[in-house]
């Protein structure tokens, strides 16, 4: 067996320890509380809490459980966007300075967009516009119509602000990451990098996760690219995301 193929296999084989929350300094009664404030005040479908490897509580709604994929909304944005970013970092595919244009030509001459960093688009700083409210009629409305996204994004989104000199949280913006990562990694399929790189490493079966086009269809075509949408859209299951979080908390180190 080759060396790789190893070491995924002892880094798959991980499994979380199980205690009392008390063994790791929190209380069984207050996670009882908490569980049943947020049932109380939102539909709760899992809550999985997990501290020093220990897994202290788990609750779920019929039909989920800590295996079980769930859409993730825009924890999308750090489970697909975040991770596949920092794995283009490592890979020398990107710098966080280099200007958006090197991977979007179509903003080198713009004066407004040609100012956008890598970084001020995964930190909301680049300026675009967000795309809500979906009011019927508007480029925001069509952003979201598959596959539109990234066509409205680069082309139409207005620019609110100089690059780097504000916050605006937007979905465009991290579309636009999404493209740029796409591009950083033309030739490739950034899902089997993900999955090859990180999910299966971590020991997340592929059953567990899935990351698509917006809505969960297929990735969108464009370029000469294939882009996997990072602001929402994915599913993972609470253990997944516990995985990943843990691969953050200990900086990357499994």
């Known amino acids: 067996m080759a060396i790789g193929a190893i070491l995924i296999s002892l880094f798959a084989a991980f499994q979380w320890m199980e205690g009392e929350p008390e063994e790791v300094g929190m209380s069984s009664g207050r996670l009882e509380e908490i569980c049943r404030a947020m049932r109380e005040r939102s539909k709760l479908d899992a809550l999985l809490v997990i501290r ?22 825009s924890l999308a944005k750090a489970l697909v966007g975040g991770i596949t970013l920092i794995m283009a970092l490592g890979d020398g595919k990107l710098k966080l300075e280099d200007p958006a244009w090197k991977f979007v030509p179509q903003w080198r001459d713009d004066p407004l967009k040609s100012k956008i960093t890598i970084l001020h688009l995964a ?19 069509e952003f979201w119509k598959y596959p539109h996204h990234y066509h409205i994004a680069r082309d ?40 090859d790189r990180v999910m299966r490493p971590i020991g997340v079966p592929d059953d567990e996760w899935h990351i698509a086009g917006y809505g ?22 609470p253990d997944a995301v516990a995985r990943v979080g843990r691969l953050m908390l200990r900086k990357g180190v499994w």
């Open 216 to 237: 969960g269809g297929e990735p969108v075509e464009m370029d000469g690219l294939r882009i996997y949408a990072n602001w929402g859209g994915a599913a993972y299951s």
């Open 156 to 195: 139409v989104a207005p620019i609110l602000f100089e690059p780097g000199t504000g916050f605006h949280y937007s979905n465009p913006g991290m579309a636009m990451l999404a493209y740029c990562i796409a591009a950083a990694y033309r030739g490739s399929d950034v899902k089997e990098l993900l999955r």
């Open 123 to 141: 930190t909301h700083s680049s300026g675009i516009e967000d795309s809500t409210p979906r009011k019927p009629g508007t480029w925001k409305a």
């Open 52 to 73: 020093h490897d220990t897994i202290v509580y788990e609750w779920y709604a019929k039909g989920y459980g800590r295996h079980v994929p769930h859409y993730t909304a």
